[in-house]
């Protein structure tokens, strides 16, 4: 499955922004799908997961509250949405792909995802 993410930009601290991932080649369905994240100089952090039919999500707990992960099988596009932006939310944000809900995945382990898109960057400014 290929994936592109996209909706990135700048914004003030305290802003919001709307990420999509849209996947193509394969039945998007038929994945479970993630975002993840990577500042400069930083290892890539886990944000949030949600599962094929959307019912199970999982976040990180600095995230929880602020993020909101969602997706529409029907356009074959997963979402994250960012409230509350602070400057330490800058990064370079990607969706990846993964082909089961295992306790790997929902924890956020890079490994256990299979596919991943290009990335795209948020910066928010103080």
């Known amino acids: 499955v290929q994936l592109q993410a996209s909706g990135g930009g700048l914004v003030q601290a305290g802003g919001s922004l709307r990420l999509s991932c849209e996947a193509s080649g394969r039945t998007f369905s038929n994945y479970v799908l993630g975002w993840f994240r990577q500042a400069p100089g930083k290892e890539r952090e886990f944000v949030a997961a949600?599962?094929?039919?959307?019912?199970?999500?999982a976040y990180a707990d600095s995230e929880e509250g602020r993020f909101t992960i969602s997706r529409d099988n029907a356009k074959n596009t997963v979402y994250l949405q960012m409230n509350s932006l602070k400057p330490e939310d800058t990064a370079v944000y990607y969706c990846?792909?993964?082909?089961?809900?295992?306790?790997?995945?929902?924890?956020?382990?890079?490994?256990?995802?299979?596919?991943w898109g290009q990335g795209t960057l948020v910066t928010v400014s103080s």
């Open positions: 949600i599962r094929r039919s959307g019912s199970g999500k």
């Open positions: 990846a792909a993964a082909t089961a809900w295992t306790y790997t995945v929902v924890t956020g382990r890079p490994s256990a995802y299979d596919y």
